[in-house]
């Protein structure tokens, strides 16, 4: 009981480390694209949110190595196995190093052929291979090393990998405004980002090392016998990472392809929202998988059942109280944040339209991450697959009978990804022995009813959302404090029951106290 007890507290301190520093992180971003954009065109930004398309691209050839890390870590440094955690990281290690040296050249032959598949003019080919290609450099280093963050999650160390993730992103923000205030254009941005994961790099070494002090990463200790993990496991971890790309990034592939690179900015600046705002849920959900496999690895189901019901329920209700609030006041959001110029009136309707299919998809983390922590990933692999057909076979219909649009885009992707969700989440609730009454009154209620509170809101202070940029940002604040209060306040008072007050209660205190 002590163990799962230090599980619990581990999981609490984790859960409130990555809620506040993805908050913060939120906080500070909101910046950044309105700065950005003052010294930078909506073309030449369109391109660097295809830089990271790309990546995420390239980082579907690894994606399964990384859980694997996760999972099976987790599970020997709970049973006092360092020699297999040694084995297990240098060959993972060793494995990505050589994957992402064969697929460098080969990128850098293929790139021209990339650039002439999107809507790229010729005056921004060059600038677009020299941030294609010097991101992807850059995204396989952290690839390399990054384990040591991904070791920082086994051991449950999640909070120290957050506070090490703020500083550099901290620090990369500065350097945003230093370079771009310089003169350096777009590409400040790509020097801003190798320094933030060079220092993340270093300082995830030298924790991990202190923390596992036996940790020897060698070719002595490549073990061919610990392939399997990475072909089995992680093959299919992978594979469903790859459609998770796909299809987090199908709306901007449709825009790039059948509209421009400006309709692609536009959904770069419309998603920002919702996107940044997922890392908080997201991050709860990385809390998952560690926990899990310890449950799993001691076989405790009963904890494993309480981590999907009370977990979905966490998740859905803060995504909700700030999706909702995105939804409701979207066009005095984006108002707000990037002035009145008509060119961005689309991402309104993009940010609006999104923010149910976005939680949708976060509400589905808690049952992954148990389907990986038991090693039944192929689970997962079907909600990716549905999805992304879904999509396809809908897109090649819609687009065929009323023309590639924002808004035929928009209309596609939503229903689809909110229909693949909903039946992965009807399928885990019975696989997992919850009662399908029980997680729509304790998950799906709580979690979508502060979309009532927000539309009634903006609909109450409608003559108040007209003004500056400045009046724009004080009804706003007033208006986010109404809604936390009126929604937080009766998710708090009456759909919480006294035990959840008195937990969330205590994990503070533990927190404050720690």
């Given at each position: 009981m002590n163990e799962n007890n230090d599980i619990r507290d581990a999981v609490s301190t984790n859960v409130i480390v990555s809620i506040l520093t993805n908050v913060f992180y939120l906080f500070t971003r909101l910046f950044i694209p309105p700065f950005i954009l003052s010294y930078v065109p909506l073309n030449e930004y369109g391109l660097w949110s295809y830089c990271f398309i790309l990546i995420s691209y390239l980082g579907?050839?690894?994606?399964?190595?990384t859980n694997v890390y996760v999972r099976y870590v987790a599970i020997y440094y709970a049973n006092g196995e360092m020699d297999k955690i040694n084995r297990l990281v240098s060959t993972g290690l060793i494995t990505i190093t050589l994957l992402c040296v064969f697929f460098l050249p080969i990128l850098w032959w293929g790139l021209p052929w990339i650039i002439g598949l999107f809507k790229i003019g010729d005056a921004l080919h060059s600038m677009a291979f020299i941030l294609f290609f010097g991101t992807a450099v850059v995204f396989m280093i952290d690839l390399t090393l990054g384990t040591y963050g991904n070791l920082l999650h086994s051991l449950q160390r999640i909070d120290a990998e957050r506070y090490v993730w703020t500083a550099s992103y901290l620090v990369e923000t500065l350097l945003i405004v230093i370079f771009l205030m310089n003169g350096m254009g777009i590409y400040g941005l790509l020097a801003a980002y190798f320094v933030r994961i060079f220092l993340a790099i270093l300082l995830y070494a030298i924790i991990v090392h202190r923390l596992l002090p036996q940790l020897s990463i060698s070719f002595r200790n490549f073990d061919r016998?610990?392939?399997?993990?990475?072909?089995?496991?992680?093959?299919?971890?992978?594979?469903s990472g790859i459609l998770g790309v796909v299809n987090r990034s199908i709306e901007k592939i449709f825009s790039g392809l059948f509209l421009s690179m400006k309709a692609t900015g536009l959904y770069e600046v419309g998603l920002k929202f919702p996107i940044m705002t997922l890392m908080i849920p997201g991050s709860v959900n990385a809390v998952f998988l560690p926990a899990t496999a310890h449950y799993h690895a001691k076989e405790q189901r009963g904890e494993i059942m309480k981590v999907f019901l009370k977990g979905s329920r966490f998740i859905n209700i803060i995504t909700g109280m700030m999706m909702g609030f995105f939804a409701a006041f979207s066009g005095p959001l984006i108002g707000c944040w990037l002035g009145p110029d008509p060119q961005y009136q689309a991402a309104v309707g993009i940010l609006a339209i999104f923010t149910v299919a976005y939680q949708m998809d976060v509400l589905t983390g808690p049952a992954s991450a148990i389907y990986r922590s038991i090693e039944q990933p192929v689970k997962e692999l079907w909600y990716g697959l549905s999805q992304f057909v879904f999509v396809i076979a809908a897109a090649a219909y819609v687009f065929t009978v009323y023309g590639a649009s924002i808004m035929t885009i928009n209309i596609t992707?939503?229903?689809?990804?909110?229909?693949?969700?909903?039946?992965?989440?009807?399928?885990?609730?019975?696989?997992?022995?919850?009662?399908?009454?029980?997680?729509?009154?304790?998950?799906?209620?709580?979690?979508?009813?502060?979309?009532?509170?927000?539309?009634?809101?903006?609909?109450?202070?409608?003559?108040?959302?007209?003004?500056s940029r400045w009046d724009l940002l004080y009804y706003l604040i007033v208006c986010l404090l109404l809604h936390t209060a009126i929604a937080g306040g009766v998710v708090w008072f009456l759909l919480c029951d006294q035990e959840e007050r008195r937990q969330m209660i205590a994990m503070v205190k533990r927190r404050r106290e720690g």
């Open positions: 579907m050839s690894v994606f399964g190595v016998s610990m392939l399997k993990l990475f072909y089995h496991f992680g093959g299919i971890v992978q594979l992707v939503v229903s689809m990804m909110v229909l693949s969700a909903a039946g992965y989440l009807v399928f885990s609730a019975l696989f997992l022995q919850v009662s399908l009454w029980e997680y729509f009154k304790q998950v799906i209620v709580p979690g979508f009813l502060p979309y009532l509170f927000a539309f009634a809101l903006a609909y109450a202070t409608q003559a108040y959302a007209q003004g």
